[in-house]
Every structure is written in C-alpha cells, then in structure tokens.
C-alpha cells in the first residue's frame, strides 16, 4: 500500500476537508485502504457537502449509529437520491443477514472503490485475498454473522481446504429470511432435509427439487461437494422412477459412491 499511503499523507497536509477535489480523493483512498476514522470524522462532521450519500449512511453505520444510517438511507432513496441497486447494496451493508438481490450487477464493474466496497458486501464480484483463502478460516467463528460463514466456507469448501460437511452444517444453523445467493442454497438444503425426513417416497416432488438444486450448485461450483454430503443419504431412495434415479446416480457418481450405488440397485 505505499503510494496509497505517500498520496493520503499529502491529501491530509493540504487539509482536505474543505476542498471537494481533495474530499473525493481522500474518499477514494479510505475505501481503498479500509482506514475510514479521519475520513467519517470529517463526513460526520460536515465540513463539506459534496460527497455522495451513501458516504454518510457508511460513516454513521461506523460510528455505531445504525438507527440515523438507516433513517439516512430512506431519506435519501425518498427523495431519488440513490438508485435502487445502490439503494440494495446499502441495504446488504447495514444488515449483512439482508443478501437483497442485485439486478444490475454491472454496477459493481465501476471503477469508484466505495462500490466495490459495498458489493464486496453483497459477495459480487468480490475477491479472494491474494495472501490465501487459509484466512478466511477468521470469519467461521461463531461471532461472525452467518452469511459471513456461508460465504468463507463456501470458498474453503471450493478451494479443497474445508470438508463440505462442515458447509452444510452451516446452510442449516438459521431459516432464511430472504432468498438469493447463499439464502437461496441454505433454503434448497433446509427443504431437502424436510423431504428425505418425511416425504422421500414422493418421487416427483423429490425429483423436481434436486433439479433446482443441482442446477444452482453447479453454477456456484459446489455440486460436487452437494454430492459428497448427499450421495449416501439419497442411494438409499431407489425407486421405479427412472428419472430421478438418474439423477441419484449422478449424485453419486460425483460423491465417489458409485460402487455402493450400484450394489444397492
């Protein structure tokens, strides 16, 4: 980070808070470098009226005052002054358990660092810190939020250094309140569980959802580690209905239970 941190330490020589070119540079490099205490010190203070809103809502979200961020974010939306995908990923940020969807997910193609901080936050296009995916090993702790653990161990679980066991598990901890993303797997795994617990002889009910469900595990690159987790528990349903024997033994084919499926048929 050493030309971020040559330029701030220049940008706060010159005194930045009463100077718009300087403020939105100075912005620039707090969402750059995570270091926001100065920077919402000044937001927060109105030195400047320049910034964009999303700026205050994030600054009073730091401080600790939720309640003026959110009051802050529905003004704004109110009165048009934030579109409503930047409004989703506000949202997403003051409320990390919210995974609103984000239609336009171009928007987190621009090139301003406070939009890829806040996408960062909703898991688009966000990346994997290049020292290793071994640090996200901090956010499975039981402090962190859920979607917080979903998401690292989903990347643990991609990356081959977390069993998906563990995964699964925590698709389970909570019911979700919302759908899309992470939700919307945690929802397809939690209504699994309920169908091989009490409805697994209703084969066409069975076969429609693992068609949902492969197809959304494939696309997040997590259909083998579905398969690993479920391969055992579904060879148990063998049954008259071709299809969705193919589909269980397609299942357990990518779990490595091929020679168990077979001996079961």
């Not at 940020?93 to 239609?103: F, K, T, V």
């Not at 979700?176 to 699994?192: C, I, M, Y």
Request: glycine share 4%; aromatic share 10%; proline share 3%.
């Amino acid at each position: 980070m050493g030309a971020l941190d040559d330029a701030e330490a220049l940008i706060l020589d010159a005194d930045p808070t009463f100077d718009p070119n300087l403020i939105d540079l100075w912005s620039e490099i707090s969402f750059l470098t995570y270091r926001f205490e100065r920077f919402c010190n000044a937001v927060l203070n109105g030195y400047h009226n320049s910034l964009e809103p999303a700026h205050k809502i994030i600054c009073l979200a730091r401080s600790g005052d939720w309640n003026a961020a959110a009051l802050s974010l529905a003004t704004y939306s109110s009165i048009n002054e934030i579109d409503s995908d930047h409004e989703k990923l506000l949202i997403n940020y003051l409320d990390h358990e919210a995974e609103l969807e984000i239609i336009n997910k171009d928007k987190c193609d621009e090139d301003k660092s406070i939009i890829i901080y806040l996408c960062n936050f909703s898991n688009i296009n966000m990346q994997i810190p290049s020292y290793g995916v071994k640090f996200l090993y901090n956010n499975l702790g039981r402090g962190k939020s859920i979607r917080s653990r979903i998401v690292a161990s989903e990347e643990l679980v991609k990356s081959g250094a977390l069993n998906p066991s563990i995964l699964f598990s925590t698709y389970k901890i909570k019911q979700p309140s919302t759908s899309g993303g992470v939700w919307a797997r945690a929802k397809f795994v939690q209504e699994l569980d309920r169908i091989i617990q009490n409805d697994l002889n209703n084969h066409q009910f069975l076969f429609d959802h693992l068609n949902i469900m492969i197809d959304e595990f494939l696309k997040n690159k997590l259909l083998t580690a579905f398969a690993i987790s479920y391969g055992k528990k579904l060879r148990l349903n063998i049954s008259n209905y071709s299809p969705l024997n193919d589909l269980i033994l397609i299942i357990n084919i990518l779990s490595e239970n091929m020679e168990i499926f077979l001996r079961n048929i």
